[in-house]
């Protein structure tokens, strides 16, 4: 007999599953719903569709890479050190949740693709956000650094746009960039 | 009565003035050949495909570019300056040969992509070096910027990136780029 009762947290458990044991591309409703032994409808009732699996999972995802390595960051860390840490966290995990929003995405509906985009920069936010807290505090920054027209928001931004080309170019090392932070910062 | 003799130059000017006149969408053989006032068969002789003819014309774009602007670089100029100048040059052209390749690009066969992506490349080293032998040639650059793990080539290459990232990004500025290449070379 089928269990009528089962939480979201479980089914995401059960698709984040299916997705790293078996790839995305066995990601459907119909087997989350078997392996989680639940019908169809109660699957559903929390996900109207397929993209809607596929956005919570990579949501969920990027906010425990977050949570995580926020846990993580000792008060003393300096930018520099922290954008290198994170990278190689985002670096090892980022091709398997590029696969899998990039195989759903051509198969979305418009008003999917839309929702997709702008929870990506929701995503870009948070980092982009934490990132810049860390370069706030990172007390070993040289005094005369800033000005009007060079921001730490603004070399932040730029730090966030040279990760996110070398995540979607593959390069395995970042290391060009974290010593030019250096050279720059410090 | 049509002329039987052309030359591939004359050909491109006449599928260069379609471009910028009409925009990419109308450029085909036929019409070429009726501007050029030529049979289709000659423009066939010199550019198997359409393919062949916006390789060509965004081959000959890129090179009248980079020529133009190897002319009018001065001796004395520094990179900073030069990778802002050049930027300025490439973010004004850059979004119609964007629109002009990518608009073909979806109905070209795999092979003319493959060649596409090729060109996309070779134009890349093409600017990759002109940069690179600035960068090189710069002599107010400090004396200790430099080491095994972070050498010119390395940094005009992370330069590079930066720009095609902007221009993609459409970003009609990168002034906070060329503050940090101040920043670290000067």
Known sequence: MKKSQISKEALLDVAN???FN???ENLNIRTIAQRANVSVGSVYNYFPSKSAI????VEDFWKRVLQENLKEVPDNLNYASYVSSIYDVLYKYADQYQSLFIS??????????????????KQFRMFDQ???????QDETVKNDVWSETYTPKDFNRFV????LTALRTKQN???ILVQ???NVLY
């Open 173 to 175: 090392s970042i290391s």
């Open 17 to 19: 599953d299916i997705v």
């Open 104 to 121: 759903h995405y051509k198969t979305m509906s418009d008003e999917d693709k839309r929702t997709g985009l702008g929870l990506r920069d």
């Open 130 to 136: 934490q990132f810049l807290k860390v370069l706030n």
């Open 22 to 24: 078996e790839g995305s």
């Open 54 to 57: 596929v956005f919570a999972l």
């Open 160 to 163: 966030m746009m040279n990760i």
């Open 180 to 182: 030019t932070i250096e």
